[in-house]
Nanobody, 120 residues
């Protein structure tokens, strides 16, 4: 089993910044892709950003240029630096990881979510 602990959410004014962290622990042979999703009330969960083990990144169009995803493979931790935040960025942000088991095969895990609220 793998546990994900997210941190860094909170309340910020428009134009401000927050940095989210997602620390994974447990039975991890290899941490593959690490992703951030978000879900606003009444909306579907959407992909925010993704980073491969090798560091390749991809962003949703509305976040590109404002958000930066990074990771520390030694710590099995992913980060999401969010700048120039807008009220429409208000959502619960979820960490998602793909882990290779010691026994082979891959599993997909989700964090509990962290609330980000951007006031106007």
């Amino acid at each position: 089993q793998v546990q994900l602990v997210e941190s860094g959410g909170g309340l910020v004014q428009a134009g401000g910044s927050l940095r989210l962290a997602c620390a994974a622990s447990g039975s991890i042979f290899r941490m593959n892709a690490m992703n951030w999703y978000r879900q606003a009330p009444g909306n579907q969960r959407e992909l925010v950003a993704t980073i491969t083990r090798g560091g390749s990144t991809n962003y949703a169009d509305s976040m590109s240029g404002r958000f930066t995803i990074s990771r520390d493979n030694a710590k099995n931790t992913a980060y999401l630096q969010m700048n120039s935040l807008k009220p429409e960025d208000t959502a619960v942000y979820y960490c998602n990881v793909v882990v290779t088991r010691f026994s082979g095969g891959r599993d997909d895990y989700w964090g509990q979510g962290t609330q980000v609220t951007v006031s106007s």
